[in-house]
């Protein structure tokens, strides 16, 4: 892993050379080492871990919930939640668990997020998997519990092209691409970041939501559409909302890569960073986070 080096150990022989003994077998210095078996361990999957995973879960249970839930109820009756509403709704609840779970997880909530993020080193890879895991189990459970809430009607706010399949793609690449630039630059680039940078993200969702919601749902998030999917066991056009989040969120985070500002550069930060800067300017009180999640 990095950051580990190699230490030499000299030791002092005697004038007297005892016969090692042969019951005791040499080690040989090119044998792994089981300390640094375990500090690797420990350097990729820290003691406050299962409480990022934890964390994941939950904010994606609330942002499909809120987010396809509101999509559901416009849809079986606008006059309860219009498309507007249900886009604002969606970005409301990104900007609240942002808020929330920033500090602790760094609020993903989505697998190309997570996968963007990893792409360009600001999550280690061997925790990839348990945040996807963690936001496909929020993202189902949430769609089951919609299905249960929403009966009679099958309608939980499930995510499908409106057109063609290529259209839809289109529209889920750069949809989702603006939405994790913007995340990028709040979440990665101290330069950029305020105390209202979790109003930020949560704007560019609902901004990308209301432009690309009657394409192809706006869904930006392969966890917030495979949910509802399997809850309603309903799979058309399902590899878009897989392909075009991921590309387009790949492409984000490399390309705010290329532009970031190298010159002065700043610590990597964490949306933790924009809560604990509002709880100063709101109660005066000076706090410190040594967190390193990013979004």
Known sequence: MEGTTSQSTFTFIPSTIETPSPSIPEISSSSPSP??????????????FPRKVFAEVIGTFLLVFVGSGSAGLS???ESMVSKLGASLAGGLIVTVMIYSIGHISGAHMN????????????????????????????????????RELLRPSDEIGGT??????IQALIMEMVSTYTMVFISMAVATDSNATGQLSGVAVGSSVCIASIVAGPISGG??????TLGPA?????????????????TGAVLAAWSYNVIRDTEHPGFPISLSSISSKVRQSI??????????CLV
Do not use: C
């Open 219 to 224: 869904s930006m998030n392969p966890a917030r």
């Open 160 to 165: 499908s092209p409106a057109g063609s399949h």
């Open 35 to 48: 300390g640094g078996s375990l500090a690797r361990v420990a350097q990729s999957y820290p003691p406050g």
């Open 230 to 246: 399997i809850a309603t066991s309903y799979y058309k056009g399902l590899w878009v909302y897989f392909v075009g989040p991921i």
């Open 111 to 146: 697998p190309a997020v997570s996968l963007a993020f990893t792409a360009v080193r600001h999550l280690p890879w061997p925790q990839l998997p348990f945040y996807v895991a963690a936001q496909l189990t929020g993202a189902i459970s949430a769609s089951y519990t919609l």
């Open 75 to 77: 849809k079986i009756d």
């Open 283 to 292: 109660g005066g009180t000076e706090q410190k986070s040594d967190q390193r």
